[in-house]
Each structure stands twice: as structure tokens, then as C-alpha cells.
Nanobody, 118 residues
Framework: QVRLVESGGGLVQAGGSLRLSCTAF????????MGWYRQAPGKERELVAT???????YYVDSMKGRFTISRDNALNTVYLQMNGLNSEETAVYYC????????????WGQGTQVTVSS
């Protein structure tokens, strides 16, 4: 079994920063790509960024230059540094992970709330 536990959400003013963390508890399981998604009230869940085990990253265009995804493979932890947040980015942020050899995010965390006040 794999359990993803997010932390670091909270309330921040517009223009501020937050750093999210996600630790994967995955004994004997191989995890590949990990990523962050978010779901704003009344909207569908959307991709924020992903990172491969070798550190290769992908960002949605609107996050480029403001968000940074990173991972520590030894700690099974992925991070999301978010700068320049705006109120439209208020959402529940979810961590996700792929199983090795299987395309698509299979494992999901419970989510952490990020609220940006204007």
C-alpha cells in the first residue's frame, strides 16, 4: 500500500509564498513520477507540476517562473514552492504518484488547503 501525506497548506496573502510537502509511505513499492494537482471550488482538478525520479520537471504554463517542484528520493518526499500566489489559486492541493511501469497517477493524497486572501 502507498500513502501520501501532504503538509504546508494554509492562509497567505496575495503575492505571498507557501511551500507544500508530500511524503510517500510506500514500503516495498516503486514510485515513479510524482506531482501536484489542485482543485478550486466549483472547478475540476487540474495539473500544477510533475517531477520524474531523475528530476525532470513539467509545469503548466501559468505556474512557470513562480512555482518550483522538487523531490528528495531518499526521503520519498516531493515539494512545491509557490511564490506570487493570487486569490484565484485558492484550492485544495493534492499530491499524486505513479507506480513504476504504470502510466497515470495511481496514488493520491488527501489534499491540503491553500487559501490566498486578496
Amino acid at each position: 500500500q502507498v500513502r501520501l501525506v501532504e503538509s504546508g497548506g494554509g492562509l497567505v496573502q496575495a503575492g505571498g509564498s507557501l511551500r507544500l510537502s508530500c511524503t510517500a509511505f510506500a514500503s516495498a513499492m516503486c514510485l515513479s513520477r510524482m506531482g501536484w494537482y489542485r482543485q478550486a471550488p466549483g472547478k475540476e482538478r487540474e495539473l500544477v507540476a510533475t517531477i520524474a525520479p531523475d528530476g525532470q520537471t513539467y509545469y503548466v504554463d501559468s505556474m512557470k517562473g513562480r512555482f518550483t517542484i522538487s523531490r528528495d528520493n531518499a526521503l520519498n518526499t516531493v515539494y512545491l514552492q509557490m511564490n506570487g500566489l493570487n486569490s484565484e489559486e485558492t484550492a485544495v492541493y493534492y499530491c499524486a504518484a505513479e507506480a513504476c511501469g504504470v502510466a497515470g497517477m495511481k496514488y493520491w493524497g488527501q489534499g491540503t488547503q491553500v487559501t490566498v486572501s486578496s
